[in-house]
């Protein structure tokens, strides 16, 4: 399974970005998927993430600016950013937890992307 990204880039303060994530490979189904972005110096913290059925989950810091959503037929899922600031530069990074059905069972793992860049200049 791999995950790639794309969106990143460089944007000025207030502007906009729409980050996506496509899925791809032996996948059954696909249950949470979310953003992850991590800082110089920070640690990796969530972004948004959202279910299979919808629902999702906001870090306080972008609540309102940030919008998650999915395509689960295209097993892809997208983060539309908008009025950027500076604090909002980092690595952004995809996750999503796949499910895998072999002849012997079914299992749930957990996959990252390479990461994406996104710098908000001021």
């Known amino acids: 399974v791999q995950l790639v990204e794309s969106g990143g880039g460089l944007v000025q303060a207030g502007g906009s970005l729409r980050l996506s994530c496509a899925a791809s490979?032996?996948?059954?189904?696909?249950?949470?998927m979310g953003w992850y972005r991590q800082a110089p110096g920070k640690q990796r913290e969530l972004v948004a993430a959202?279910?299979?059925?919808?629902?999702?989950n906001y870090a306080d810091s972008v609540k309102g600016r940030v919008t998650i959503s999915r395509d689960n037929a295209k097993n892809t899922v997208y983060l539309q950013m908008n009025s950027l600031k500076p604090e909002d530069t980092a690595v952004y990074y995809c996750?999503?937890?796949?499910?895998?059905?072999?002849?012997?069972?079914?299992?749930?793992?957990?996959?990252w992307g390479q990461g994406t860049q996104v710098t908000v200049s001021s």
């Open positions: 996750n999503a937890m796949v499910v895998v059905v072999t002849i012997e069972d079914e299992h749930e793992y957990d996959y």
């Open positions: 490979g032996s996948i059954f189904s696909i249950n949470a």
């Open positions: 959202i279910t299979s059925g919808g629902s999702t």
